[in-house]
C-alpha cells in the first residue's frame, strides 16, 4: 500500500505569495491531519479533517492558512499571504482511527 | 499548555548502551500513547505504542512501559545503534472519544556514537 504522499517536497517563497501544498492520504484512512514543524514550536496541528468534514481548524492559524478536502483521497494547504515566519515543515497525516501515519513533508522557506 | 511533556531534550548515547527516554502527561482521559520516530528530511514513523490496559509493550530492542499512577512512560531502546540517532516523540489520545486527534511531546533529540 503506498503510504501518505507530499508534493511538493521543496518550496522557496517571495513574501506575500500565495502557495499550495498537497497531500494524498493513505487509502481508507478517514482522519487527515495538517501539522506545522519547527524546532522552537515542534509539531503544531493547523487542520483535521474526519470524512473530509473540517473537525478543527487550528486558532492562530485560521487567517492566512486554509486546509481543504476536495475528496477522500487528496487535501491542500493553501497559505495566503506567506510571511517569513511561515518559514517550516508542513505534514500530513492519516490516521483509520488511532495511530497517525505521517507523509515526508514539504519544506517551505519565505524569504 | 503543553500536556505532554518529554525528558531529555537531547541524549547521547555510545553505542551499545541503553537509551531510556520518558513522558508524562496530565490528561487522564488519556489512554493510547505511540511513540514514533523521526530521521531528518522524514516525517516521523510509528514507532511503538501502548494501551493503558497494559503495562510493558516489547518490540525487538525497543520497549515502552506505562505507569498509569503517575501518568508516565518511557521507551527503553537496548544494544542502541548508530542508527537509532532520531527524534523520538511520544503522543497521546483518548481512544473511543469521536476525535483521531494526538497531542505529541516536543520530541528527544537521541545521538548514538559508534
Known amino acids: 500500500d503506498a503510504g501518505v504522499t507530499q508534493t511538493p517536497r521543496h518550496e522557496v517563497a517571495e513574501k506575500g505569495q500565495t502557495i499550495i501544498l498537497k497531500c494524498e492520504p493513505v487509502?481508507?484512512?478517514?482522519?487527515l491531519f495538517w501539522y506545522r514543524q519547527t524546532k522552537i514550536q515542534g509539531l503544531e496541528l493547523l487542520s483535521y479533517?474526519?470524512?473530509?468534514?473540517?473537525?478543527?481548524d487550528g486558532g492562530a492559524f485560521k487567517d492566512r492558512f486554509k486546509a481543504e478536502m476536495l475528496n477522500s483521497s487528496f487535501s491542500t494547504l493553501k497559505i495566503q499571504p506567506t510571511e517569513p515566519k511561515d518559514s517550516a515543515v508542513y505534514l500530513c497525516?492519516?490516521?483509520?482511527?488511532?495511530?497517525?501515519?505521517f507523509g515526508p513533508g514539504t519544506r517551505l522557506l519565505v524569504l | 499548555q503543553q500536556q505532554v511533556r518529554q525528558s531529555p531534550q537531547s541524549l547521547t548515547v555510545w553505542e551499545g548502551g541503553t537509551t531510556v527516554l520518558t513522558c508524562s502527561y496530565e490528561?487522564?482521559?488519556?489512554?493510547?500513547f505511540p511513540w514514533y520516530q523521526q530521521f531528518p528530511g522524514e516525517g516521523p514513523a510509528l514507532l511503538i505504542s501502548?494501551?493503558?490496559?497494559?503495562d510493558k509493550k516489547e518490540d525487538g530492542r525497543f520497549t515502552t512501559f506505562f505507569n498509569k499512577r503517575e501518568k508516565k512512560l518511557s521507551l527503553h531502546i537496548i544494544d542502541s545503534q548508530p542508527g537509532d540517532s532520531a527524534t523520538y516523540f511520544c503522543a497521546a489520545s483518548e481512544t473511543g472519544a469521536n476525535t483521531g486527534k494526538l497531542t505529541f511531546g516536543h520530541g528527544t533529540i537521541l545521538r548514538v556514537h559508534p
Open positions: 497525516a492519516s490516521s483509520p482511527g488511532g495511530p497517525q501515519y
Open positions: 490528561d487522564s482521559t488519556f489512554n493510547y
Open positions: 501502548i494501551l493503558s490496559v497494559s
Open positions: 479533517f474526519r470524512s473530509k468534514s473540517l473537525m478543527e
Open positions: 487509502s481508507g484512512h478517514n482522519d
